[in-house]
């Protein structure tokens, strides 16, 4: 939800300084301000897709707390291996110095805080335009790949840079494809909130458990492929079920 709050700061005259330092709280405001009309409309369209016998009167399928425990940390295993991915292309990317700005927005901030408006409120309202509003409507007119593909590009297209554009790109694919084989909206702000928070906590952590015991970090990038190969297994397996 950046561009919302560049785009205030233009408005009352502040400049880069202004925005690095209130672009956290900006960011949750506008995220909040921004799922009013989203809900609104998320439920128009459900009422509308019930009535016109697209979707049955009961058309979400209920995730029990472990479902939703996995997906939140499946959400963290593809943050953790997209970012590998993205890093991997820095010289085309301009990855370091994507990475110098994020570290001055967030330098100084309450990591709680952070959790709390990027972690949280950022992705849920992110969830409701890209995918709960944009990838659903587009569901309604042609089949899955296409909808993730041009939902994905939208979700991309949003955060105004290259890196940020892949990197959101991928994951917005991801988590089209979770909202369309799980059948619950909840799958897909689970994945994304897991993935920002993940983001935020080790980045703060990378670096001393660098200077402890570098292993670790291997052990935790083994646990997350496992966790996020078994996971996807699991929701693919259970929508078959489901069928």
């Known amino acids: 939800m950046a561009w919302e709050a560049i785009r205030i700061l233009q408005l009352t005259g502040g400049g880069i300084q202004e925005y690095q330092s209130q672009v956290v709280m ?32 009961r058309s979400e399928k209920n995730l029990n707390f472990a479902e939703g425990a996995l997906l939140f940390f499946i959400g963290i295993g ?88 892949v990197y959101a790109g991928i994951l917005g694919a991801v988590f089209a494809y979770f909202l369309d084989i799980t059948g ?10 897991g993935s920002n928070i993940w983001s935020l906590v080790f980045t703060e952590a990378a670096p001393w458990l660098l200077e402890k015991n570098p292993s670790w970090i291997l052990l935790i990038y083994g646990a997350l492929l496992c966790v996020t190969a078994a996971g996807t297994g699991y929701f693919q397996k259970r929508r078959k079920d489901h069928l």
């Open 26 to 57: 900006l960011t949750g405001l506008t995220g909040i301000l921004t799922m009013i009309p989203c809900l609104y409309f998320y439920r128009k369209d459900k009422k509308a897709r019930i009535a016109g016998g697209l979707l049955p009167k």
């Open 78 to 165: 593809f943050s953790q291996f997209v970012n590998i991915l993205v890093a991997l292309f820095q010289n085309f990317l301009n990855y370091q110095q994507y990475q110098e700005t994020m570290d001055e927005i967030t330098l100084g901030k309450n990591l709680l805080i952070l959790i709390l408006w990027m972690g949280i409120v950022a992705p849920l309202a992110e969830e409701m335009i890209f995918r709960w509003l944009i990838y659903l409507r587009l569901r309604d007119y042609m089949k899955r790949g296409a909808a993730i593909i041009i939902s994905a590009a939208f979700f991309g297209i949003y955060h105004m840079n290259l890196i940020q554009a």
């Open 184 to 193: 619950s909206i909840w799958a897909s702000a689970l994945l994304h909130m």
